[in-house]
């Protein structure tokens, strides 16, 4: 089981000293609104590859007045090793990674860790325009495949250099033709690795409790979803005169979208409950969790901020059984003790308090 054991927050938004000992079980963290409960899983989400949980720039985390930088410190266990983990930033610069004392890419975190989480904002993604779900289907196939982000962002920077040359109207074959092809074998790669995903996802949702809904996930493209090179590259040739009218690229995995339809009621998950789109997303969550600890042999961490909301009694206690089922350290934020009351003994709790506009931390009975 992979899990963090120690955890140490310096500067880090709200928090100017926090040290947290962990045993592997879940963590309940709870306490009034705005007490820097979430700021907690935002430093854990930092220990994967990415801008964290609420994608915040580096100089937006330290905390103020100081402003100094910030620091978040780590051992991760496994079943076989242990790892020094510091992830900083000084002076609004990007954040750095040293990995037991040495300094490595931030990429190298996938190969320690997988993190999954869902957030409050997330409650209205299937709601809102694509790109959420675009960042959530994105994620969810990063904790598959680690390569996804560096291919991503190959993609993304030579569709940015096309469409100058597009804004710009510069005529000129060979670069388009170099970038074209350096984009297709990206486009076709980012595709795959999705579909492969939602089929993942899709199978372990089929082991998952009656409490929380099926949902059949597509993968869907304005045009088309393309998985071979050569035709990739001939979509965006063939699509260069639209593409310049319009100043910017209009095909490729940019443009894809996630669909899901609620199985029972074979129902769109926009045109469902708020409680039944939270139960979905939850639903695709801890089957996340559960493909990746049987896929990779690695018991990913879970993190859920303000999980309860929007979820009644009955799906709360089957959401924290299918949590200690799955055997991985799952963090939950809420603003009080009794929301969890089914955890009792099987989780750690930890209350958050603010004194002085500095959160506080307190090991709690409760």
């Not at 610069?93 to 190298?108: H, T, V, W």
């Not at 409650?123 to 196939?141: A, H, K, M, P, V």
């Not at 979803?225 to 910017?248: H, N, P, Y």
């Amino acid at each position: 089981m992979e899990y963090i054991s120690n955890l140490t927050l310096s500067h880090f938004r709200s928090h100017k000293i926090s040290k947290l000992s962990l045993d592997g079980r879940p963590i309940v963290i709870f306490g009034k609104n705005g007490t820097g409960k979430t700021n907690i899983l935002e430093a854990v989400s930092l220990f994967s590859p990415g801008r964290g949980l609420r994608r915040a720039a580096a100089e937006d985390i330290t905390r103020n007045p100081e402003a100094i930088g910030w620091k978040i410190e780590g051992k991760v266990k496994n079943r076989i090793s242990e790892y020094e983990v510091v992830i900083s930033s000084e002076n609004g610069e990007s954040r750095r990674l040293f990995l037991d004392g040495k300094k490595a890419s931030i990429f190298k975190l996938s190969q320690i860790l997988r993190i999954v989480w869902l957030v409050p904002s997330m409650d209205r993604i299937w709601i809102e325009g694509s790109s959420g779900r675009r960042q959530f289907l994105d994620r969810l196939t990063l904790s598959y495949f680690p390569e996804h982000a560096e291919i991503s962002l190959s993609y993304e920077k030579a569709m940015r250099e096309r469409n100058r040359l597009l804004k710009e109207k510069i005529y000129n074959d060979h670069w388009y033709n170099a970038l074209e092809i350096e984009m297709a074998k990206s486009a076709v790669s980012i595709q795959k690795a999705r579909l492969e995903a939602i089929k993942y996802l899709s199978e372990a949702q089929n082991n998952l409790t009656g409490k929380f809904p099926k949902a059949e996930l597509l993968l869907i493209d304005p045009d088309q979803i393309i998985t071979d090179e050569e035709e990739a590259i001939q979509v965006l040739k063939v699509s260069r005169t639209s593409d310049m009218m319009l100043g910017r690229t209009s095909v490729g995995p940019h443009k894809s979208d996630l669909q899901a339809i609620y199985e029972d009621k074979l129902t769109l998950a926009k045109d469902c409950s708020t409680g039944e789109q939270k139960a979905i997303l939850i639903s695709i969550i801890l089957a996340n969790a559960k493909s990746l600890a049987k896929i990779n042999d690695i018991s990913p961490i879970v993190l859920l901020d303000e999980v309860s909301a929007h979820l009644d009694k009955d799906r709360q206690a089957a959401l924290y059984d299918e949590i200690c089922g799955l055997g991985v350290q799952a963090w939950m934020t809420g603003t009080g003790p009794e929301l969890f009351s089914e955890l009792k003994n099987k989780a750690q709790f930890i209350e958050v308090l603010t004194i002085d506009g500095i959160s506080e931390l307190s090991i709690s009975n409760k």
